[in-house]
Nanobody, 117 residues
């Protein structure tokens, strides 16, 4: 059974930092491309950051220079370091695991990030 379990969300003031973690089980983590998505109320889910099995990374323009995605294959975990947080970063953040060759596509349950003073 595949599980993606996010943690690290919470309430933070503008300019603050959070680190999200997503622990995966039930998959061969190292061959999966991993992504962090977010969905704010009334908006569509968007891809925030992605890291491939080969450790290539990509970011949506609005978070470039502030967020960093990384992975630790030994711990089956992907991270999202979020710095200089803004109120517009408020959303539910979801972890995604995707394996384009074998068709695996899995989601975590989401973790709430609220940026407010």
């Amino acid at each position: 059974q595949v599980q993606l379990v996010e943690s690290g969300g919470g309430l933070v003031q503008p300019g603050g930092s959070l680190r999200l973690s997503c622990a995966a089980s039930g998959i061969i983590f190292s061959i999966y491309n991993m992504g962090w998505y977010r969905q704010a109320p009334g908006k569509q889910r968007e891809l925030v950051a992605a890291i491939t099995s080969g450790f290539s990374t990509d970011y949506v323009d609005s978070v470039k220079g502030r967020f960093t995605i990384s992975r630790d294959n030994a711990k089956n975990t992907v991270y999202l370091q979020m710095n200089s947080l803004k109120p517009e970063d408020t959303a539910v953040y979801y972890c995604n695991a995707k394996q384009p060759c074998f068709g695996g596509d899995y989601w975590g349950q989401g973790t709430q990030v609220t940026v407010s003073s």
